[in-house]
């Protein structure tokens, strides 16, 4: 049996042991270094996707609202085709009202003219209010009382709190105060105290100022404490006042 010693063998064999330990090292750090970049592309991947995901989600409520706009638009623009379809004649009434009571003020229009007009705006409104109301002025212009009566019936069966009150305001006008007393009577009968509209407020401001005289202010006075006792009565508006 030789005699051989082990020793530069096993120096050896330690030494690429070390080598290769130190390699896989070197390995293992490189594999950490491609982890943490990886780590980091993930990440901003991640925001990248979630900055995506947000300016779509604005991209569909900004769509959404255009197209809401665009409806809106649609509807309202043929709601007011409709309206001018059904009530565009009622313009022409009012002006027209007005211009009858200036020519009365002036005296310069016949009462031929008068008829004439408002015949055919009752013709052509044959559900508004307004329309008989001029025909009966133009009827009491000319002393005409059976077509007078009959159109203010007419006007009063369509809206009886409008009419009440524009003749109230018409006789007032020309100074029958006892007759624009009685329409005015009717006007604040038909009214709901609890639904008292602009109208109203007009009317209380100019009673307090005499526009129908002491008699006006009595009236007025008389049915407001009415509509307070009225009011009084009825328990959930008491207690909604609470």
């Known amino acids: 049996m030789s005699n051989v010693d082990p020793t530069p063998a096993l120096r050896g064999l330690q030494r690429e042991i070390e080598l290769m330990?130190?390699?896989?090292?070197?390995?293992?750090?490189?594999?950490?270094?491609?982890?943490?970049?990886?780590?980091?592309?993930?990440?901003?991947?991640?925001?990248e996707l979630t900055a995506l995901r947000r300016e779509?989600?604005?991209?569909?409520?900004?769509?959404?609202?255009?197209?809401?706009?665009?409806?809106?638009?649609t509807v309202v623009g043929n709601l007011r085709a409709e309206l001018e379809r059904q009530f565009g004649h009622y313009a022409v009434v009012r002006r027209t009202s007005t211009g009858i009571l200036q020519a009365f003020d002036v005296g310069n229009v016949?009462?031929?003219?008068?008829?004439?007009?408002?015949?055919?705006?009752?013709?052509?409104?044959?559900?508004?209010?307004l329309a008989p109301a001029i025909v009966a002025l133009a009827a009491w212009s000319r002393d005409d009382e059976e077509v007078a009566e009959k159109s203010v019936r007419e006007a009063f069966s369509r809206d009886k709190n409008k009419t009440s009150l524009f003749f109230a305001l018409i006789l007032r006008r020309q100074g029958r105060l006892d007759e624009a007393l009685r329409?005015?009577?009717?006007?604040?009968?038909?009214?709901?105290?609890?639904?008292?509209?602009?109208?109203?407020?007009?009317?209380?401001?100019a009673t307090s100022y005499d526009a129908f005289g002491p008699a006006g202010q009595a009236l007025l006075s008389e049915v407001m404490t009415r509509w307070c006792a009225e009011l009084r009565t009825r328990s959930e508006i008491v207690e909604d006042q609470i």
């Not at 569909?60 to 809106?72: C, F, G, I, L, T």
């Open 183 to 205: 329409w005015l009577r009717h006007y604040l009968t038909s009214l709901d105290p609890l639904a008292l509209g602009r109208e109203f407020s007009i009317i209380l401001e």
């Open 110 to 129: 016949t009462n031929q003219v008068v008829s004439q007009v408002s015949e055919e705006l009752m013709i052509q409104t044959p559900r508004y209010w």
């Open 21 to 47: 330990h130190r390699e896989m090292n070197l390995q293992f750090d490189g594999v950490g270094s491609e982890m943490g970049r990886i780590r980091g592309d993930m990440a901003l991947t991640k925001d």
């Open 56 to 73: 779509f989600a604005e991209y569909v409520q900004q769509a959404a609202r255009q197209s809401n706009v665009q409806e809106s638009t």
